[in-house]
């Protein structure tokens, strides 16, 4: 299985060419600050991007910035015309290996959440599906059985390449557990540990080792393997804090929030079971209107009650991702 992107090696030195980042203190090392912006627009999940999808937004972290948040803030507006709502530090990324350049990179990452408007600022900005990326991460649909049993048949005869028994097993365990073979169950946190299993076995572009990668577009540097902990963080967060909140709009109905949990975490839910512990939660309030655009039985309109995700964010809250 090849990749959906042509001429990849083409592709990832031109990304590598238009992305990048001036050093800060010295020749040697440079700090990147990269933004991980998501929203969810029509039932699927956005993030936001600069050079035409290659890379998200960032910039080096300069003497003038207040902060390391306030630094991101900047370069998100600057480059995207976007003003930042929520945010929150996401990861640092340090290693000596995983960067394009020839210096060390210390990538401090943030993850924000927004509804999205139509993008703006330099050529090049734009939202893309973020499964366009991590086409193996959806499985609401039913050729994504498909595109993981590829995958497996990949990983499966990387495995059996390995010079020696104890090196083959520890690498179909690994395989086993990250991607649900052999009868394990599918964890959808576990987004960032598939990331790197497919890199370590040359099957993404980014890969010093890639030959023939399998499908997902690749990012410039290390970019992918940041929005891949954006997402991971995403799905775990929405299970313990009401996070969602800042996806949707003002008034929405039920199933426009089943939808959006669904896409965060790319599989399907029991429609009843979720309803079920939005009620317990007390979560929502009617607004005493209905939507009419909905194609039949006009639904409820329902907005969050805003002094319950006040409490929530000390006290927990969670949203089921149970089948």
Known sequence: MTGRVPDTANRMDQVRTRHTVAPVASAEAIAELIA???AVTGGEPRVL?????????????????RSLQAGTRSWVERQTHHPLGYVEQLYTFADRDRTALNQRTVSI????????????GEPGVGWQGWYRYFPWEDRRGQDSTDVTAAI???????????????????????????????????NEELVLQRYELLWEAGLVPESPQAAEPVDGEPMTHDHRRILATGIARLRAKIKYRPVVFELMPPRFTLLQLQ?????????RLHKQNFRR???????????????????????????????????????????????
């Not at 990983?155 to 097993?169: G, I, S, V, Y």
């Not at 939808?259 to 599989?267: K, Q």
């Not at 007390?282 to 194609?295: K, W």
Request: aromatic content about 4%.
């Open 259 to 267: 939808r959006t949990v669904e896409a965060l975490a790319g599989r």
């Open 109 to 120: 990452s943030y993850l924000g959440l927004t509804r999205e408007v139509r993008a703006a």
């Open 49 to 65: 991007t600069i050079d035409d999808g290659s890379a998200l937004p960032s910039g080096p972290f300069e003497l003038t910035h």
């Open 36 to 38: 991980v912006i998501v």
């Open 277 to 323: 512990l939005i009620e317990q939660q007390d979560l929502v309030e009617e607004t005493g209107e209905r939507a009419t655009e909905t194609g039949g039985r006009p639904a409820k309109l329902v907005r969050f009650r805003r002094d319950v995700v006040a409490e929530r964010a000390v006290t927990g809250s969670k949203l089921p991702l149970a089948r």
């Open 152 to 186: 497996d048949a990949r990983l499966r005869a990387w495995a059996e390449a390995a010079e020696d028994a104890p090196t083959r097993r520890e690498r179909t365990r690994r395989a086993s557990i990250t991607f649900g073979q052999d009868g394990r169950a599918w």
